[in-house]
């Protein structure tokens, strides 16, 4: 069974950076690819950004690429997201996630694939 728990959401400024964490309480986060997904009021959950098991291979939404980066820590088991030039459409409830599987890569995009999600954790930027 993996644990996740997300920290760093917020309120900020339209221009501004957070930056987000997920802790995993599991022996075996080194084995896992990891997710930030995020949904939305009214709207569906949608990805974000993935990463492999040792941070060498990493995905981006369009709508992120340039502006977020997801990195890990496979030694404090730890997630990262960092946010910069952050906008309003990016308000949304963030959530990590991981995935055991080995044809991840093939599906990285894809929130049913994920085996393990966190609680996720609002963030909010204003105009």
């Known amino acids: 069974q993996v644990q996740l728990v997300e920290s760093g959401g917020g309120l900020v400024q339209a221009g501004g950076s957070l930056t987000l964490s997920c802790a995993a309480s599991?022996?075996?986060?080194?084995?896992?690819?990891m997710g930030w997904f995020r949904q939305a009021p009214g709207k569906e959950r949608e990805f974000a950004a993935a990463?492999?098991?040792?941070?060498?291979?990493?995905y981006y939404a369009n709508s992120v690429k340039g502006r977020f980066t997801i990195s890990r820590d496979n030694h404090k088991n730890t997630l990262s997201l960092q946010m910069n030039s952050l906008k309003p459409e990016d308000t949304a409830v963030y959530y990590c996630?991981?995935?055991?599987?080995?044809?991840?890569?093939?599906?990285?995009?894809?929130?049913?694939?994920?085996?393990?999600w966190g609680q996720g954790t609002q963030v909010t930027v204003s105009s």
């Open positions: 599991t022996h075996t986060f080194s084995q896992l690819a």
């Open positions: 996630a991981a995935d055991e599987s080995l044809l991840w890569a093939r599906t990285y995009a894809s929130a049913s694939e994920y085996d393990y």
């Open positions: 990463i492999n098991w040792n941070g060498a291979t990493t």
